[in-house]
């Protein structure tokens, strides 16, 4: 491929790596990364509300990895209030998952800027050791890919294995019991998604611009004969 086009390929390459890496920084300050309702199931029960009638015990949850917002319905009107996970929330929800989910959020912003630049000095500079040339960012491309997938697996692991809805529900509650009614991933969540989906579209342009990936094969060292034996 001409010097020019492989420039082009590489410098898109840089700008996605650069969008990838401020959508992640952005995405995990943001609050919107589960949107659902908890019904209160015991204010529900002490009236035998059916039908239509739920409504008014079903309130709304939102929250993402570091605070979030419940508006609690249990018939008399809604109660709203703000929460944080640091450090209210660290004994009602698996602490090491939801640190994990932070921590790959975090790397994720580092790998895609490391990249960035590499694919930028691949571009217009000349690269002269492994991990800076063409073949290492197959390597690059392919840990932000692992971390950004990371996110989205653990975060759904936490979510639907643990029931994090219904934990968040159930804070400080003495006397009522919620439980989830719904629930869905808000947009931070598809961003990551997104976000993995282009690193997977950059190892595509990578192999456009003509970079195989080949691994280093160890040379063979070679089998002296009876000749040696005399040195």
Not at 39 to 65: H, I, K, M, W
Not at 170 to 178: D, G, M, P, S
Not at 215 to 228: I, S, T, V, Y
Request: one cysteine or more.
């Amino acid at each position: 491929m001409a010097s020019r086009q492989k420039q082009l390929l590489f410098s898109v390459c840089a700008l996605l790596a650069l969008a990838c890496a401020l959508t992640a920084a952005v995405a995990t300050g943001l609050p919107f990364w589960i949107r659902g309702a908890a019904l209160c199931r015991t204010g529900a029960e002490l009236v035998n509300a059916t039908g239509p009638e739920l409504d008014q015990f079903v309130g709304e949850l939102s929250y993402g990895l570091f605070q979030g917002r419940r508006v609690k319905q249990c018939g008399l009107g809604g109660r709203a209030s703000r929460f944080s996970f640091f450090p209210d929330l660290l004994t009602s929800i698996p602490a090491g998952l939801h640190v994990s989910v932070i921590f790959f959020c975090g790397a994720e912003v580092v790998l895609s800027s490391t990249t960035a630049g590499f694919f930028f000095f691949n571009a217009f500079g000349r690269p002269y050791r492994t991990l800076q040339g063409p073949l290492g960012l197959y390597l690059w491309t392919l840990l932000c890919g692992v971390a950004s997938g990371l996110v989205v697996v653990l975060f759904a692991a936490e979510v639907k294995l643990h029931r994090l809805s219904q934990r968040i529900s159930n804070f400080q509650e003495l006397h009522f019991l919620f439980q989830t009614h719904a629930e869905r991933y808000d947009r931070c969540y598809w961003l990551f998604l997104l976000v993995f989906l282009l690193h997977a579209l950059n190892a595509l342009l990578i192999r456009l611009a003509g970079v195989a990936l080949t691994l280093p094969r160890h040379k063979e060292a070679p089998q002296g004969g009876g000749a040696d034996l005399m040195y």
